[in-house]
């Protein structure tokens, strides 16, 4: 069934596999997966299944390969569009905490601030070093990164953000 997976994926999405493949890369699992069913009905038929899951392993390693750069061009432009919206956002909140949040210090503005340039730079990087690549590499980063990579600043602005205002001294 796998090897018919392969092969049929390839065959059917050819269309939008070619934006991030070449014809060679395309030809090289559907020539594999051809390879690999012929050994099956024949020097196959008797062999340990060991031997089934190496061949396997190394159809599947490829073709993943191939799919997993498909989903990533989504994946990835979502992913940072949603990390540059939420620096965006964050840039705007520091600027209105002066007068909405006057308990935030300067310093821990400051040290947010610091978490969004670092952020930002990493994510700049990234897209700028993936911008720079062929469609038919394997990509500078995957869209699970950004969310790692933007985790300190998610739970830095929300500690901030939740910082209550101090209770008023009570007057004699």
């Known amino acids: 069934g796998w090897l018919y997976k392969a092969k049929n994926k390839i065959v059917d999405e050819e269309d939008n596999l070619k934006a991030i493949s070449t014809e060679e890369q395309r030809q090289e699992i559907i020539d594999m997966a051809t390879d690999v069913e012929d050994w099956l009905y024949g020097d196959g ?7 089934y899951r190496q061949k396997q392993t190394e159809l599947t390693q490829l073709y993943h390969k191939l799919i997993h750069r498909y989903e990533e061009v ?12 939420f620096i965006a956002k964050v840039t705007s909140a520091v600027s209105d905490w002066e007068v909405k949040k006057p308990h935030i210090t300067e310093e821990e503005k400051s040290e947010l601030l610091e978490t ?17 690549m062929s469609a038919f590499e394997d990509p500078a980063f995957d869209s699970s990164d950004v969310p790692r990579q933007m985790k300190v600043l998610y739970s830095h602005y929300e500690r901030l953000n939740k910082k209550p205002k101090p209770k008023p001294e009570p007057k004699n």
């Open 74 to 85: 989504e994946a990835r432009e979502s992913k940072v569009s949603d990390a540059k919206s």
């Open 116 to 132: 969004v340039a670092m952020a930002e730079s990493w994510l700049t990087e990234k897209v700028e070093a993936q911008d720079a």
């Open 45 to 51: 038929r008797d062999v340990d299944i060991t031997v």
